[in-house]
C-alpha cells in the first residue's frame, strides 16, 4: 500500500469515527445525555410556594418576596411515629436463672405483650429554617446535576419512580409552574432521581430539595430570633419598663471596628448596646409556645431596623405558666431557655440604666 493510499484510509477512518461520535451525540441529547438542564428557570427572590407530599405527610411553604432578609412559614400535617421508651426492655425469651426468679402462678394475662402506642397526627405552623430555606434557594434557579434521559422500566423501579412517593409543586411570582415526581436518593446521597411530571426524562436534583421539607418544627423551624447578617443591621431601639434609646450600627461593613452608638452620640461607642446586640443575636428558642395562655406582660421591646426598610420586633414576655420568659416575633410565640431571658434583661438594664 503506497503512503497516498495509507493517508486517504486513515482520513476516511477518521471521518467515519467524528461521524459516529457526532450520531451519539445527537442521541444522548435527544434523550437527556448525561447533561444538566435548567428545569425551572427563576431568580433569586421569586419562589413564593412549595406544595410537597412524602409517604407520612404534606408540608406547604410560603416565601416571602425577595432575596434579601427572606422568610418561610411551613404548614405541616404529618404522622409522628411515637418515641421509643430506652428504658423499655425488647421482647425476648428470659433465661433459665431469670424463668426460675419469675415463676408463680400461671394467669390469664401471662405471655400478652404490652401494646405499642400508637402514631399520631401532627399539624402545626411555624417560622422555617435555614433547611427551608436552602430548599426555596436551590429551586432560583433549579438546574439539575445531571440528566439521565429515559431508563427502562427495571431501572426507573430502583430510581423510585415508577410509582412516586414524592411530590413537589413548585410557583412563582410570575406564575410559572413546576410538578416534580421525587424518586430515591442516588448512591453515596448526592442527590435525588426526580422527573416532570408528564416527562418521562429522568434527572438528578440537589437532595436539599427533600431533606428541607420532610420533618416537623424540631427539625425544620428556624431557632433564631434575629435572622439578619451583621452588615445588614442599621440600628436599634430598645425599651425596658419605662426606659428606652436608639442605637445606630457603625462601620457595619467592617467586621473588626464595627459596633453601636448612641443615636444622639454617633462617635461614641457603647459596649452595653454592643452586649444587648450580641445576646440578642445569640437568642434561640427552644421551640414553639404551645399557645398565648401562659403568657403575660411585655416586659421588654427590641425594634431593629434592617438594610432594606426591613424590620425585626422582639418582644420579652413574661411567663405565667412556669418561671422565665417568652419571646414574641411577629405573630410567633416561642419559648426561651430562663438563662437567656435573664441575659437579656441585665444586658438591658446595664444599657438603660
Known amino acids: 500500500m503506497s503512503a497516498r493510499t495509507l493517508l486517504v484510509h486513515t482520513m476516511f477512518a477518521l471521518a467515519a469515527m467524528v461521524s459516529a461520535w457526532l450520531l451519539a451525540h445527537r442521541v444522548e441529547e435527544k434523550k437527556g445525555g448525561p447533561t444538566s438542564v435548567t428545569l425551572l428557570d427563576a431568580s433569586k427572590g421569586e419562589v413564593r410556594t412549595l406544595e410537597y407530599t412524602w409517604p ?8 416571602s418576596e425577595g ?4 422568610r418561610a412559614v411551613v404548614d405541616v400535617d404529618r404522622t409522628v ?12 425469651k428470659p433465661d433459665k436463672k431469670d424463668a426460675a426468679a419469675d415463676a408463680g402462678p400461671a394467669s390469664a394475662d401471662a405471655g400478652v405483650a404490652e401494646p405499642e402506642p400508637a402514631p399520631t397526627r401532627e399539624q402545626v405552623k411555624f417560622p422555617g429554617g435555614k433547611t427551608v ?56 446521597g448526592q442527590g435525588r432521581y426526580a422527573r416532570k411530571q408528564g416527562d418521562p426524562t429522568v434527572h438528578l436534583v440537589d437532595a436539599a430539595l427533600v431533606t428541607g421539607l420532610e420533618g416537623g418544627p424540631e427539625t425544620l423551624m428556624e431557632k433564631r430570633v434575629l435572622v439578619a447578617e451583621p452588615e445588614r443591621v442599621l440600628g436599634y431601639t430598645a425599651r425596658h419598663g419605662d426606659k428606652g434609646g436608639a442605637f445606630v450600627h457603625v462601620d457595619r461593613g467592617q467586621s473588626t471596628t464595627r459596633h453601636f452608638s448612641p443615636k444622639d452620640d454617633a462617635g461614641t461607642k457603647s459596649e452595653p448596646a454592643d452586649a444587648v446586640m450580641k445576646t440578642l443575636r445569640d437568642l434561640r428558642a427552644t421551640k414553639l409556645a404551645p399557645g398565648p395562655q401562659g403568657a403575660g406582660s411585655v416586659v421588654a421591646t427590641i425594634a431593629v431596623e434592617l438594610e432594606g426598610g426591613a424590620r425585626t420586633t422582639v418582644e420579652l414576655v413574661e411567663r405565667i405558666d412556669a418561671a422565665g420568659h417568652l419571646v414574641k416575633l411577629d405573630s410567633w410565640l416561642f419559648e426561651v431557655s430562663e438563662t437567656q431571658g435573664k ?11
Open 56 to 63: 407520612k405527610g404534606r408540608s406547604s411553604v410560603s416565601a
Open 67 to 70: 432575596a434579601a432578609a427572606r
Open 81 to 92: 411515629e411515637p418515641k421509643k421508651d430506652p428504658k423499655k426492655k425488647d421482647d425476648k
Open 133 to 188: 430555606l436552602n430548599a426555596i434557594e436551590a429551586l432560583e434557579p433549579l438546574r439539575t446535576r445531571r440528566t439521565l434521559g429515559e431508563v427502562d422500566a427495571a431501572r426507573l423501579k430502583e430510581m423510585g419512580l415508577e410509582r412516586p412517593e414524592r411530590t413537589l409543586i413548585v410557583t412563582t411570582a410570575g406564575g410559572a409552574k413546576l410538578t416534580l415526581e421525587i424518586g430515591e436518593s442516588s448512591y453515596g
Open 343 to 353: 441575659e437579656l434583661l441585665e444586658d438591658l438594664d446595664a444599657l438603660l440604666p
